[in-house]
């Protein structure tokens, strides 16, 4: 018959007694041992291993095991012992050998990745000058100030599709990944989807530029003191799971990649720049983005130099960034834009009075400015935004305004934007407007 051989790293080979029999069955057989703390019946993963080689010998995996290997994201080398049928010669390593990796894995939260592999872009953000700050100022005020900087500065990338993998100090380390199961339902290729989401990762960090000219601002007024920041940005493959003691793990990413974006961040010190990004990057962006300069430079741990490049912002205008800054100006012009809006609109629909009558306009104008700017800077990540949009479409039906209606608002919006920025108003952001408000009135009246 079959063997199946556990590497511990002593090869120990036992002989199958049926083709057809589980791992599992096939180690107890042998009085093996093999974790199986809830009986072989694939509650528990104390009982999974790691396919080294026979992988084809092995059946497929069951509902049962399906549901267990997609919630914790395992790759296909990993099986449930219990579940997997062997039909040939089959090598494998356990994954749990003693009480240690039986605490480990045991501490496992529902939502717990052991570690997968994924191509992601890796960004690095540290403050400069926080040194200076922290000298000269209390700790209370230290530690307002950074959690202030920190909260302004990730939303960009949260906006965009980003994730926070850990705050560092006085910095950021985020990561924008390929999701394989988004792309297989998209019409993209592999090399559209990577250029998709390095658009994503660049207009966040140009967005956290403009976060910062605001940051300074609150706190020159507060504490005399002003920032600046530099950017490392990367791309790659990295590792992504569970990282930690058993009772404190936390998702993070690692790899040659991750370092390689790290050092790009400390990089723009010896270059005098702020935003660098590699050339891994560089190739799918080159004819949308303005660069400063290019830097060829051997980074500590590499043996070859490597290019990386200064970047300055998009060649052309990029419509959401347009609308995001048109709109935080106009606010900065007029912060009664909403209570416009509303005069503006209730006046040329008269009809729709009746709606607001109980309703206290101011509050209602906070309210709708509060809801549509938080759109307006989550337009770079649409799936964040695309239930909110119809969720708010639901409650306006339930106030009697029918869907047909919902394209009303437009008008009232693009004046009150006129309104607002005078002069700066032009043909291009009253074209990108249009867009973007019909686009947001569709979802809206989406089921």
């Known amino acids: 018959m079959f063997d199946l051989s556990f590497l511990e790293p002593e090869r120990k080979t036992l002989k199958i007694k049926r083709s057809g029999d589980t791992i599992l069955e096939t180690a107890i057989a042998h009085n093996f041992p093999l974790y199986h703390l809830c009986g072989g019946n694939a509650r528990c993963t104390t009982c999974r291993v790691f396919v080294s080689d026979g992988l084809d010998s092995l059946s497929e995996r069951n509902d049962r095991e399906k549901t267990i290997a997609d919630r914790k994201g395992w790759p296909k080398e990993i099986r449930l012992s219990c579940q997997t049928e062997i039909f040939g010669n089959v090598e494998v390593q356990r994954i749990i050998r003693d009480e240690e990796d039986l605490k480990n894995i045991t501490s496992e939260r529902k939502n717990s990745k052991t570690g997968?592999?994924?191509?992601?872009?890796?960004?690095?953000?540290?403050?400069?000058?926080?040194?200076?700050?922290?000298?000269?100022?209390?700790?209370?005020?230290?530690?307002?100030?950074?959690?202030?900087?920190?909260?302004?500065?990730?939303?960009?990338?949260?906006?965009?599709?980003?994730?926070?993998?850990?705050?560092?100090?006085?910095g950021i380390l985020a990561y924008f990944f390929l999701d394989k199961t988004k792309l297989q339902t998209s019409q993209l290729t592999l090399e559209d989807a990577k250029k998709q989401m390095f658009i994503q990762a660049l207009r966040?960090?140009?967005?956290?530029?403009?976060?910062?000219?605001?940051?300074?601002?609150?706190?020159?007024?507060?504490?005399?003191?002003?920032?600046?920041?530099?950017?490392?940005?990367?791309?790659?493959?990295?590792?992504?799971?569970?990282?930690?003691?058993?009772?404190?793990?936390?998702?993070?990413?690692?790899?040659?990649?991750?370092n390689v974006a790290s050092r790009l961040e400390v990089l723009n010190k010896k270059t005098g720049t702020r935003f660098l990004i590699s050339d891994e990057i560089y190739q799918y962006v080159s004819d949308i983005i303005q660069i400063q300069k290019k830097i060829l430079t051997k980074l500590r741990g590499k043996t070859e130099r490597m290019a990386a490049y200064s970047v300055l912002g998009f060649k052309e205008k990029d419509q959401i960034l347009e609308l995001q800054r048109s709109l935080e100006l106009a606010l900065q012009l007029n912060p009664n834009l909403a209570r416009d809006f509303y005069i503006h609109f209730l006046e040329t629909k008269p009809e729709f009075q009746k709606f607001f009558q109980n309703t206290d306009m101011e509050t209602q104008a906070k309210k709708l400015l509060a809801m549509f700017g938080k759109t307006i800077e989550r337009l770079g990540n649409l799936n964040q935004i695309q239930i909110e949009l119809q969720n708010l479409g639901k409650m306006h039906e339930e106030m009697g305004i029918p869907v047909t209606d919902f394209g009303t608002i437009a008008p009232s919006l693009l004046y009150a934007l006129e309104k607002s920025l005078g002069d700066q108003w032009n043909e291009e952001w009253k074209s990108i407007w249009e867009t973007a408000l019909g686009s947001l009135v569709r979802l809206m009246g989406m089921k």
């Open 204 to 258: 966040a960090c140009f967005r956290i530029f403009d976060q910062l000219k605001k940051f300074n601002v609150y706190v020159k007024e507060r504490f005399h003191h002003e920032f600046d920041i530099r950017l490392g940005l990367h791309a790659g493959q990295v590792i992504y799971g569970d990282i930690g003691h058993s009772d404190h793990k936390s998702q993070t990413v690692l790899g040659d990649t991750v």
């Open 116 to 170: 997968e592999e994924c191509y992601a872009a890796i960004l690095f953000l540290d403050i400069k000058g926080f040194t200076s700050f922290t000298e000269s100022s209390l700790a209370y005020d230290v530690v307002f100030v950074l959690n202030r900087f920190f909260q302004e500065m990730s939303d960009p990338i949260l906006n965009n599709g980003g994730f926070i993998d850990k705050f560092i100090g006085d």
